[in-house]
T-cell receptor, first 112, second 111 residues
């Protein structure tokens, strides 16, 4: 039973560029949440997708957007990258109404 | 706005000690609380999930308690081992599915 899969594992981008991160949820899960984790801090909630719609959003600018596909996988897009966007991006999946989260290993994004 | 605080930020103990990690939250209207372990540069591994109606959960050498009224949870680790060295995070979840994390406690268990 595959857990949460994220790709790529590492990424280096230049300021101003755009990036797309991908997440496949654990089998049987229908809800995907994205988090940003800066070094030495806890994960910060970006947004959550369920039934292909954004259901909840944290305090992140519109440069951060996402999508969920019919197979429940999800993408996180970040436009106009800033140096401060450098972080570990974590995807978590769950079943709607249970909220016991399973996390992926994350994508380490470095903006130079 | 929910705020989650974990104390201490770092802890170093000799192997074999029992220890307690603390998590406090400001809004008691939670759906559940989850403890995670994170190794350096890695993702989060779920340790224990406590529903709001529960008082505690146990898994092996780990025991987590929840006191919603006081806004506190503790993670008890018995007979600590060097392999327990990691950062431990608690997350408070609302019934709308939003999670708020603390900044974690970094545990070092010395052989």
């Amino acid at each position: 039973d595959a857990g949460v899969t994220q790709s790529p594992t590492h990424l280096i981008k230049t300021r101003g560029q755009q990036v797309t991160l991908r997440c496949s949820p654990k089998s049987g899960h229908d809800t995907v949440s994205w988090y940003q984790q800066a070094l030495g801090q806890g994960p910060q909630f970006i947004f959550q997708y369920y039934e292909e719609e954004e259901r909840q959003r944290g305090n992140f600018p519109d440069r951060f957007s996402g999508h969920q596909f019919p197979n429940y996988s999800s993408e996180l897009n970040v436009n106009a990258l800033l140096l401060g966007d450098s972080a570990l991006y974590l995807c978590a999946s769950s079943s709607q109404g249970t909220y016991g989260y399973t996390f992926g290993s994350g994508t380490r994004l470095t903006v130079v | 706005k929910q705020e989650v605080t974990q104390i201490p930020a770092a802890l170093s103990v000799p192997e074999g000690e029992n220890l307690v990690l603390n998590c406090s939250f400001t809004d008691s209207a939670i759906y559940n609380l989850q403890w995670f372990r994170q190794d350096p540069g890695k993702g989060l591994t779920s340790l224990l999930l406590i529903q709001s109606s529960q008082r505690e959960q146990t898994s092996g050498r780990l025991n987590a308690s929840l006191d919603k009224s006081s806004g506190r949870s503790t993670l008890y680790i018995a007979a600590s081992q060097p392999g327990d060295s990691a950062t431990y995070l608690c997350a408070v979840n609302t019934n709308a599915g939003k999670s708020t994390f603390g900044d974690g406690t970094t545990l070092t268990v010395k052989p």
